[in-house]
């Protein structure tokens, strides 16, 4: 089996319910959110003027397309506020050899972020939260 691509992929696995969001959201164009990734969930003074990373690596994601999304094929994997989510991510680092940026799968706790846009009854867009990011080995 071959590396996931580099892509914003979703599911409640990486077998046979791991997606692209233009898979899941029924779209033939790529949805790419806005990502920030942190290395670390947490940041402490070293007392030296510099700082140390702990905790886990965490992340966030907004979309604010102006197009109908169906949110709930989202929504369906995290039906309530918060679930354990695998995520196919950017992260921080770029390849020594490419230069490209380096994407990894994590398996998250994804939190919905409240006050999403609503117009005529429909969302647009989207807001989550990933902590706790644990990363998956991937087939070379």
Request: aromatic share 12%; charged share 20%; hydrophobic share 40%.
């Amino acid at each position: 089996m071959a590396p996931w691509p580099s892509t914003f992929m979703v599911g409640t696995n990486t077998t046979s319910d791991f997606k692209t969001l233009n898979e899941l959201f029924g779209v033939s164009y790529a949805i790419n959110p806005d990502c920030v990734f942190l290395d670390f969930s947490e940041y402490r003074d070293k007392l030296d003027g510099g700082e140390i990373g702990v905790g886990f690596p965490a992340a966030s994601l907004k979309y604010s397309g102006n197009e109908d999304l169906n949110i709930e094929a989202l929504r369906g994997k995290i039906p309530n506020q918060s679930a354990a989510i695998y995520w196919r991510l950017p992260t921080n680092r770029a390849s020594t050899m490419t230069g490209e940026i380096i994407w990894r799968t994590f398996l998250t706790q994804t939190l919905w972020v409240h006050g999403e846009d609503k117009q005529a009854g429909h969302t647009l867009g989207f807001e989550l939260r990933l902590r706790r990011l644990i990363v998956q080995v991937e087939a070379t």
